[in-house]
């Protein structure tokens, strides 16, 4: 059971570049999710997803584009990396509306970005 | 909106001592709340969370907290650390839309 994992783990790119963050769960879930984490502020949303062809935008999502042609498959796009995406990246999926479980998210390991 | 303040950014204890993180949160409707737990150079893991019923919620690892609705509280707590506790811990919020709102999360180092 794979669950949800992210690709890469640490990536190293230059300012200005296009950068793609893969994720993938094995679940099925509905509902996925890109967060950011930065020091003194947690995480903070970027975009989220409630099914496949359907996105919308969280706290933070100005410079990040997703796409979700697929339910397992959810990447974000760093369009033109500038040094304030040096961050930690996190995908997380929550189950379908209706279930028990829904409200708990599952994260992936998380992707380390440096935007030199 | 939800918005969610730890007290706290370091918390330093023994090993077997009882550890406290203070979490307060904002919501205009009744929220669901959770405590996730991250370990070194992985990602977040839920250790309890509150939807309805009971207040006082019990989690994994041997942790708890308690809703207080009046003092917008959701206070996480463990009688007796371990060394293996030691992590960064995050309180969020849910206003039952999917969306979760994190506070700024509190490192807990258990020393020996």
């Known amino acids: 059971d794979a669950g949800i994992t992210q690709s890469p783990r640490y990536k190293i790119t230059e300012t200005g570049r296009q950068v793609t963050l893969m994720c993938h769960q094995t679940?099925?879930?509905?509902?996925m999710f890109w967060y950011r984490q930065d020091l003194g502020h947690g995480l903070r949303l970027i975009y989220y997803?409630?099914?496949?062809?359907?996105?919308d935008k969280g706290e933070v999502p100005d410079g990040y584009v997703v796409s979700r042609s697929k339910t397992e498959n959810f990447p974000l796009t760093l369009e033109s990396a500038t040094r304030s995406q040096t961050s930690v990246y996190f995908c997380?999926?929550?189950?379908?509306?209706?279930?028990?479980?829904?409200?708990?998210?599952?994260f992936g390991p998380g992707t380390r970005l440096t935007v030199l | 909106a939800q918005s969610v303040t730890q007290l706290g950014s370091h918390v330093s204890v023994s090993e077997g001592a009882l550890v406290l993180l203070r979490c307060n949160y904002s919501?205009?409707?009744?929220?669901?709340l959770f405590w996730y737990v991250q370990y070194p150079n992985q990602g977040l893991q839920l250790l309890l969370k509150?939807?309805?019923?009971?207040?006082l919620v019990k989690g994994i690892n041997g942790f708890e907290a308690e809703f207080n609705k009046s003092q917008t509280s959701f206070h996480l707590r463990k009688p007796s650390v371990h060394i293996s506790d030691t992590a960064e811990y995050f309180c969020?919020?849910?206003?039952?839309?999917?969306?979760?709102?994190f506070g700024a999360g509190t490192t807990v180092t258990v020393r020996a």
């Open positions: 997380a999926s929550s189950e379908s509306p209706g279930q028990q479980t829904r409200d708990t998210q599952y």
């Open positions: 679940w099925s879930h509905s509902y």
């Open positions: 997803s409630a099914a496949a062809d359907i996105t």
């Open positions: 919501s205009s409707v009744p929220p669901y």
């Open positions: 509150y939807t309805t019923g009971a207040t």
């Open positions: 969020a919020v849910s206003d039952n839309d999917y969306k979760l709102s």
